[in-house]
C-alpha cells in the first residue's frame, strides 16, 4: 500500500449489522457435513446466534432443508449415500432459492473428492464455495496442493487464484488462510481478521463455513455476508487467543468468544480491506 493508494476498508457497520441480524431472525442452518467436526459446526452456529440442524438421510433431507435458512455441504468424511443426500437438499434448496455454501474438503487428495465436489457444482447452484488455499486452487485449475484436508498452498497469486475460480464456478468464492479472500470476481475484500491459533485445530475451516452459512442466511450479498462471516470468527479468535493456553484452551475460547461478541466490537475491529 502507498500514499496514493490508500485501502478502502469496508465500514465496521456493515458486519456488525449483519450479526446483529443474523442474532435477530436466528436462521436454521441445515448441515450434511463431517463426523470430525459436526459437533463444532453445530456449537459455532448456535455461537454466531442461528440454530443447527444435522440432517443427512436421504429420505428426509428434502423436507428439512425447506425449513432452513442456508445450507452447507460439506465433503470431509463424503460417502456415495451422504453424496445422494446433498445432491437432493442442495436440489431442493436452489427451487426454494435457500443459498447453499459449499466446503469441498479435501478436494485434490482424491479421485472421490474431486469428482464430487466438481459434481455438486456442476449440478447445484451453489451460492458460496469456501475452502482454504489448496482446495480453491485446486478447484480453480490453476494449481493447489492438498494432503489429506490441508492445504499445501497454491502455484499463483492468491487474488487470481480467487477470482479464476469464482468465474469457473459463477460462486462467490470465500478463500481462508492467513489473510482470507472473498471474491465474487468483479470485487474483491481481502479479510485481516484472525489470529494463527486458528490454523493449529482441526475445524476451524468446517466452523467458518457454518459460520458463512448464519451470515448468507440473512443477506442478499453472499460476497458482504462472507466476509463478514470471516471478520466475526476472526475477530473471536483474536480475543480468544489472547486468554488461551494451548490449542484447546483456544478452542474452549473461540466458542466462548463469539458468543459473546458484540457488534460494537466488530465495529471498531473488523478489518476487511476491499481491493
Ligand atoms: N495464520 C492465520 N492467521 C489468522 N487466521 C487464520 C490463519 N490460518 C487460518 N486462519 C483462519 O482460520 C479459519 C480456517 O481457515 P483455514 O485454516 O484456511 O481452513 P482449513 O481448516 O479448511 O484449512 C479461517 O477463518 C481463517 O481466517
Ligand atoms: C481431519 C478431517 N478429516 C476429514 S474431515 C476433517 C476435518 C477438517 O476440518 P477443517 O477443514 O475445518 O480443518
Ligand atoms: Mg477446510
Known amino acids: 500500500m502507498t500514499r496514493d493508494s490508500p485501502a478502502n476498508f469496508m465500514d465496521g457497520a456493515i458486519p456488525a449489522g449483519l450479526l446483529a441480524t443474523v442474532r435477530s431472525k436466528r436462521p436454521l442452518i441445515h448441515h450434511i457435513t463431517n463426523g470430525v467436526t459436526i459437533n463444532d459446526c ?66 485434490g487428495a482424491t479421485r472421490f473428492r474431486t469428482e464430487t465436489a466438481q459434481r455438486i457444482l456442476d449440478t447445484l447452484d451453489v451460492a458460496v464455495l469456501k475452502g482454504n488455499a489448496g482446495e480453491i486452487g485446486v478447484l480453480a485449475g490453476t494449481g493447489g496442493s492438498v494432503r489429506g484436508v490441508d492445504s499445501g498452498g497454491i502455484a499463483g497469486d492468491p487474488v487470481e487464484t480467487a477470482r479464476e475460480c469464482a468465474r469457473l464456478t459463477g460462486t462467490v468464492v470465500s478463500m481462508t488462510g492467513a489473510v482470507d479472500v472473498v471474491t465474487d470476481d468483479r470485487r474483491v475484500f481481502l479479510v485481516g481478521n484472525g489470529n494463527p491459533a486458528m490454523d493449529r485445530l482441526s475445524g476451524t475451516g468446517c466452523m467458518a463455513s457454518s459460520v458463512t452459512a448464519a451470515f448468507v442466511a440473512v443477506a442478499d450479498d453472499y460476497a458482504v455476508a462472507s466476509a463478514a462471516a470471516l471478520a466475526a470468527l476472526g475477530r473471536a479468535g483474536e480475543r480468544a487467543a489472547l486468554e488461551a493456553r494451548g490449542p484447546y484452551s483456544f478452542r474452549t475460547a473461540l466458542f466462548d468468544e463469539l458468543a459473546g461478541l458484540t457488534p460494537d466490537d466488530l465495529t471498531g475491529h473488523a478489518r476487511i480491506e476491499e481491493r
Not at 440432517?55 to 455441504?73: H, I, K, N, R
Not at 426454494?96 to 469441498?104: A, C, E, N
Open 42 to 107: 453445530a456449537n459455532i452456529t448456535i455461537c454466531t446466534g442461528a440454530a443447527p440442524v444435522m440432517a443427512e438421510a436421504p429420505e428426509e433431507v428434502a423436507e428439512m432443508v425447506a425449513a432452513a435458512g442456508a445450507l452447507v455441504l460439506n465433503i470431509g468424511t463424503l460417502s456415495a449415500t451422504q453424496v445422494e443426500a446433498m445432491l437432493a437438499a442442495g436440489r431442493r434448496a436452489n427451487e426454494l432459492g435457500i443459498p447453499v455454501v459449499l466446503d469441498p474438503v479435501g478436494v
